[in-house]
């Protein structure tokens, strides 16, 4: 099969088309034909500074994926040949979605929204599952309340504007002027300029503050949370604030990792099958250009999700 894979971890040209064998469904695995690949942020690092957890001796980059199940392995009940899904399988080893196939649980996958494309159905998991699994299952998010989303016109930013809308709370977010009516229209509530205005300064009383950017915004992010808020964040744990500040405060922080979850999958489905949820996708390239989808990406000026095209 046709896959993509980095010739050693490094510059984005690295990425070169190879073929390989086709996987093989193990026990409760199902063979996904993929038709289309998401682009996180986590590829690009990941290719541009060495793998972390088990990977192939052929490395294949890429954990979103949709596709149409090719076969079902021993005691697969969930689906059967011809079944559309979609999912983030196997992370944070290598899932392999770069790919033509991919063969991975059954239930790391979930049925695709039928009114979505694959290509949009593949920019959702991983980013959709951050943002979810950030604001709902970590900070227990609530009606009424205040949440903060830095970097909002991002992959996982601007789903999670939704959610959080979806939940019925009060959205700010944090994005460049040019970026501010796309926001608007998914339904932000209030926007920052973090490029000329200082948040700290124009926010404050927050309860959840999800921070997609890292380093100093997470110790700045206390600042603007109200006793008993929860800063989640999602890029390292670098950007945690001093426990003790923090404690003073009463508030709560912690760094989240996303997990693959069919029960979150299903959530999100049903959110995008009642309106209430869609993906931006920026840029659909063909697989055989993923080194010019990494490039784009480490650019930072994406509004919404890079995606891969690998089968019509």
């Avoid at 950030?134 to 970097?151: K, S």
């Avoid at 009060?170 to 000329?196: P, Q, S």
């Avoid at 950017?213 to 997470?218: C, I, K, Q, S």
């Amino acid at each position: 099969m046709r896959a993509v894979s980095p010739r050693a971890w490094g510059a984005p040209e690295n990425l070169v088309p190879v073929e390989v064998d086709r996987p093989e469904p193990g026990l409760t695995e199902i063979l996904v034909r993929v038709h289309a690949a998401g682009v996180n942020p986590v590829d690009w690092k990941t290719r541009a500074e060495g793998a972390f957890g088990t990977w192939g001796d052929t490395p294949i980059l890429g954990y979103d994926v949709s596709g149409v199940v090719e076969e079902v392995g021993p005691g697969v009940t969930l689906y059967a040949p011809g079944d559309e899904v979609f999912g983030m399988p196997r992370f944070p080893e290598q899932a392999g979605g770069y790919a033509e196939y991919v063969a991975a649980p059954a239930r790391r996958f979930a049925p695709k929204p039928a009114g979505i494309s694959h290509v949009e159905a593949a920019a959702l998991p991983l980013a959709a599952l951050t943002a979810w699994q950030g604001l709902v299952e970590t900070a227990g998010l609530r009606a009424g309340q205040r949440v903060l989303i830095h970097a909002a016109a991002g992959g996982v930013g601007h789903l999670a504007v939704q959610i959080a809308k979806a939940h019925g709370a009060y959205v700010i977010g944090t994005a460049r002027t040019e970026k501010h009516d796309f926001l608007r229209a998914l339904g932000a509530d209030e926007l920052v300029d973090y490029a000329r205005v200082d948040f700290t300064e124009a926010i404050d009383d927050v309860d959840i503050v999800l921070d997609g950017v890292g380093g100093a915004y997470g110790t700045r992010s206390v600042e603007v949370l109200r006793p008993g808020g929860h800063l989640v964040t999602l890029p390292d744990p670098g950007g945690l604030p001093d426990p003790a500040r923090a404690r003073e405060r009463g508030i709560h922080t912690g760094w989240t990792v996303v997990e693959p979850d069919r029960a979150g999958l299903l959530e999100i489905a049903h959110l995008v099958d009642e309106g209430k949820l869609r993906v931006e996708v920026d840029t659909v390239l063909p697989l055989e250009e993923a080194a010019k989808a990494h490039a784009y990406g480490e650019r930072g000026r994406t509004r919404g999700k890079i995606v891969l095209r690998v089968a019509d």
